[in-house]
């Protein structure tokens, strides 16, 4: 053997080298002596170029040609054949590497998780840099071949992997970075793989740690979240945990929270509980926010809950079995350790493993192991889901929410079913994961079609025809189809070429439907159809729906469409989907407590802040708007939307807008809020009127606020004490024609001057005066001008934008945007504060949206609410809550709704708009009898419908001696604030004092 093995390393050529290792691998069949890889081991360090590279031949002939048996003895050198990938010599590192391939081919994956992978982390922690370079490779390699085991052993792999990230030794840093982007690939999550990128360069740069939380967190989940993909994640999220951030600290909290809820397996959980415990136990005692410990202990809970149906399995009582039962076994033991703790039962798998010890015969030993695993573990049935269009199992989150775990959507062929649900359960995510193939398990050859509120905002100047074509699932369809589609749903040929943004929001959404017919989708999901829609309307759609026998998933908050259409309710549940028989009558007869479906007022409340005083307003009749022969007509239209309107509003208004689709009623309030400008007559508001707006397609008003938290919009809104979106409305926006009036000459006192702006506001006996400050001169200089002059000689706009500012500086006060106020004020309309304060207003949902623009237009205590379809998205509590306030309110309240029970219930006075005209009609009370609480709120009615003017009334009691002192202090804060504005005008009291002053 020593004469063998000393001609393999002299051989001449590579060919001889081959035919020498041959003969020295026949002679190792016959004594197995293990001095031979020894002596190749030595040679493999040797100084000659020569040695090292037929030490290398040797041990991929001895693999070639021994087999598995030669396996375990090699397994100890695999280090000394990892260094040679880096030699100097290309022969040398060929050679290495083909005796590495010959190595992995003959090991099953379990050989690897237990004697190959922790050599290569041993390696990759302590090796030379050219073997980390080979090891990281090899890894990545494996990953390809094998994506399970690496799937399996990822929770130990990142940490080595990582640790060859930060290697000064660039070559070892970026072949780890380039091998963990191929063993990422087999998380095989599809919610986590579009991260990745962000993910691994994460590990390399952990300054980027917080941005990737940030991402994590607005990453709708919809799949099982596996070993592999928590092996990535845990140890990133456990980094995050050390920040010393607030925000980053609660961000992390929830996901661990929804992760650890998204995981199925007890025992995946199990593998990462020691890390994610004691972190969690320290934010518990040691979090600075009580929000935050309180969501780290929801956390651990959740760990702990899940922990428990983990089967601990004990590696060394296993082991003891594995002996008792095959004696001789040595080197397969802990193989076999590993397929038992996997659940691997498989007769070829063991047979491979035994082979490595020529104990094949033995195999029987493999029922005693199955027969131990079904006592440990109970097997769950299957359901019969021959009769189902869809029966999936899926968990459904979004990021710092879970909305549904584990479970199951059936839906049969044909049916209508109704998704019921409080706002922010998930009602809209869950269709939206439908449409785009993101909910696990189901079936990929459906057809769904969403159809959804969606084209408010885009592509406004197309024309209706052209919109629908543009779609790339129908432009290939015939125009004549098409065609008779948009005839179906009631679009005239003539309205062909009109652009979509003239279109009304009940026609917008009949566009979307005709888009929806011509999918002839195999699942049809409409997110609240009817919004928008007039009676005629939604009765189309029920007929239309109950004709067309496709599958239906609706989310609607209209109790009456659901009742006539739906054959099934789909209920949230407890992060559950169940379903019941029947329309929504048949689900309250089985869940009473769904009664909310149908009153108004329920246990959700809201508080609309106090309408501030209106100077000059002594009588809740007298008029604070008007509109006389207003009449205005949009360019792309040949007829005007409304003729010659008039109508005129009072603090005790309560008026409900009814007609048609297409009628003009949003026109009409948009010229009330000066969104429009009438083409003539004449639109007159109190100088001081502040008006809250909640238009049609209410999430315009965040169009531009998407990544910012509903608080952070409400700051920006306000913070420079007047409301910026005034400032956005067509009728402060001056035209070219306008414009050239500010430079028209004024003469004062025979000189010409021209005007600059607007600086001040005075009373002037029943009007106003303006100081006006001119162009090249000084303050000293500014002169006061009538109200009324200023209008005639062309200035209404910068006169009522300065009116705007004035009321709206004098809504906000001293409100300031504190924490505790906007928390509060966010509470009052049905939003919690922590969703207020931290959640991307692109992550709430549809009624969540709409609370937050009710807040905002709410803030600087506005005199009149106008509301566009404020039943929109907003569930049965929420409208309850929301009809409440507008009862109980001080104001005038206009609103336009086809939801004519809550029309019913606030709006004593109709405003019929029909043929471009306006007709009024009505009585001057609310409809108590629709409020659930109608019977035990009549006294409290009473008092709270009382005006202000006959508060202000009322008898005045005596004061005591400390109310005393606080009067006459706010009455110095009061006197001081006026002598800083400069003392102009009468100093007034507020009502409270009235008898002070």
Not at 99 to 109: F, N, R, T, Y
Not at 280 to 292: C, H, Q
Not at 699 to 713: C, W
Request: proline content about 3%.
């Amino acid at each position: 053997m020593e004469e063998l093995l000393q001609k393999l390393y002299i051989c001449d050529t590579s060919e001889e080298c081959y035919e020498t290792a041959e003969k020295v691998a026949i002679e190792y069949q016959k004594s197995y002596d293990t001095s031979i890889l020894e002596n190749l081991a030595k040679n493999a360090k040797h100084k000659s170029g020569f040695n090292r590279e037929s030490a290398m031949i040797g041990f991929e002939v001895l693999l070639k040609k021994v087999g598995v048996v030669v396996v375990p003895q090699v397994l100890a050198y695999v280090d000394v054949i990892l260094e040679l990938h880096g030699d100097k010599g290309e022969p040398v590192r060929a050679a290495a590497r083909n005796a590495i391939s010959e190595l992995v081919d003959l090991l099953p994956p379990t050989v690897m998780e237990c004697y190959l992978l922790p050599v290569l982390y041993d390696i990759m922690e302590n090796g030379k840099w050219q073997a980390k370079v080979a090891a990281v490779k090899l890894l990545a390699e494996i990953s390809k071949n094998e994506p399970e085991l690496i799937a399996n052993c990822l929770a130990d792999i990142i940490e080595p992997i990582s640790l060859c990230m930060h290697e000064i030794k660039t070559e070892v840093s970026d072949a780890a970075k380039e091998s963990m982007r191929v063993i990422g690939g087999v998380v095989g999550n599809p919610d986590i793989q579009p991260l990745m990128d962000d993910l691994i360069h994460t590990m390399a740069v952990p300054s980027e740690l917080e941005n990737v939380i940030q991402k994590l967190e607005a990453t709708t989940f919809v799949a099982d979240v596996t070993r592999a993909a928590l092996a990535i994640l845990v140890p990133l999220l456990v980094r995050a945990l050390s920040i010393r951030s607030s925000v980053t600290t609660r961000r992390t909290v929830i996901i661990i929270r929804n992760l650890m809820e998204m995981v199925r397996s007890a025992n995946d959980v199990e593998v990462f509980a020691p890390m994610l415990l004691p972190w969690l136990d320290r934010m518990i005692e040691t979090a600075s926010f009580p929000e935050i410990r309180n969501l780290s202990q929801m956390a651990k809970d959740i760990l702990e809950k899940k922990r428990v149906g983990a089967i601990k399995m004990d590696d060394e009582e296993i082991e003891g079995l594995v002996r008792w039962e095959i004696p001789e076994a040595e080197f397969v033991v802990p193989m076999l350790v590993k397929l038992i703790k996997q659940r691997q039962f498989n007769n070829k798998k063991w047979e491979k493993v035994l082979s490595f010890e020529c104990l094949e015969k033995r195999l029987w030993v493999i029922e005693f192991f199955k027969k131990r695993d079904k006592d440990l573990y109970t097997e769950e049935g299957v359901d019969d889901t021959e009769d189902d269009l869809c029966n999936c199992e899926f968990s459904l989150g979004y990021g710092g929410m879970l909305l549904l775990n584990r479970t199951r959507l059936k839906l049969k062929k044909g049916r209508r079913y109704g998704l019921c649900g409080r706002n922010g359960v998930g009602k809209t995510t869950l269709m939206r994961a439908i449409s785009e193939g993101k909910v696990e398990g189901f079936p990929v050859e459906l057809k769904t079609v969403l159809v959804e509120h969606a084209l408010q905002g885009e592509n406004g100047d197309l024309a209706l025809f052209d919109f629908v074509l543009e779609n790339e699932r129908i432009k290939n369809i015939k125009r004549e189809k098409v065609e008779n589609a948009l005839i179906k749903v009631g679009f005239g040929k003539e309205m062909f070429n009109f652009p979509v943004k003239s279109l009304s929001g009940g026609m917008k959404m009949k566009l979307e439907l005709a888009k929806a017919i011509l999918l002839e989708a195999d699942i049809l999901l409409l997110d609240e159809p009817t919004n928008h829609l007039d009676e005629t309307n939604v009765k189309w759609l029920e007929e239309y729906l109950l004709k067309c026998k496709i599958t239906c998933l609706i989310v609607s908050h209209d109790s009456a469409f659901l009742d006539n259409v739906c054959s099934d309710i789909i209920h949230y549940e407890t992060k559950k989907l169940v379903n019941y028989p029947g329309n929504l009558s048949a689900f309250v007869k089985i869940k009473p407590e769904a009664k909310a479906y149908y009153t108004l007022s329920s246990d959700e409340k809201f508080v609309f802040p106090k309408p501030a005083f209106l100077a000059g307003v002594k009588s809740q009749t007298k008029a604070i708007l008007k509109m006389n022969n207003v009449t205005f007509k949009y360019p792309s239209r040949e007829t005007a939307a409304l003729v010659n309107v008039s109508c005129q509003l009072s603090l005790s208004s309560r008026v409900g807008i009814i007609g048609q689709n297409g009628a003009g009623k949003s026109t009409l309030i948009k010229l009330m809020t000066g969104e429009l400008i009438p083409d003539s007559g004449l639109i007159e508001k109190h100088p001081n009127l502040r008006i809250g707006y909640v238009a049609q397609y209410a999430f315009h008003h965040l169009e531009q606020h998407k990544d910012d938290t509903p608080a952070a919009y409400l700051r920006w809104r306000y913070q420079g004490g007047e409301d910026r979106e005034i400032l956005l409305k067509a009728s402060r926006k001056l035209t070219p024609e306008e414009e050239k009036l500010l430079e028209k000459p004024i003469s004062i006192n025979g000189q010409s001057r021209f005007v600059e702006c607007i600086f001040g506001r005075q009373k002037l006996k029943k009007s106003f005066q303006y100081e006006i400050k001119w162009k090249n001169l000084e303050h000293r200089w500014n002169t006061w001008i009538p109200r009324e002059e200023l209008i005639e000689n062309g200035f209404s706009k910068l006169v009522q934008a300065f009116d705007d500012y004035e009321a709206s500086r004098e809504g906000l006060g001293y409100r300031e945007l504190t924490h505790e106020a906007i928390c509060k004020h966010f509470q009052d309309v049905g939003l919690d504060p922590s969703i207020a304060l931290h959640n991307s207003i692109s992550g709430l949902s549809g009624g969540q949206k709409v609370k937050v623009v009710i807040a905002a237009c709410m803030w600087n205590n506005p005199h009149l609410l106008v509301l566009d379809e404020p039943t929109n998205f907003l569930d049965r509590d929420a409208l309850g809550g929301l009809a409440t306030a507008i009862r109980d309110w001080g104001g005038a309240v206009v609103m336009i709704s086809h939801n004519s029970e809550f029309i019913k219930a606030l709006c004593p006075e109709i405003w019929n708009v029909a043929n471009s005209k306006l007709v009024i009609s009505g009585k001057r009370e609310t409809e108590e009898s629709l409020f659930e609480d109608s019977q035990n709120n009549s006294s409290e009615k009473d008092s709270n419908n009382d005006s202000v003017v006959k508060n202000v009334k009322n008898k005045k009691k005596k004061l005591t001696r400390n109310q005393l002192k606080a009067q006459a202090a706010r009455r110095r804060e009061r006197e001081l604030k006026w002598l800083i504005d400069g003392g102009k005008g009468k100093l007034l009291h507020t009502d409270d004092e009235e008898s002070d002053g």
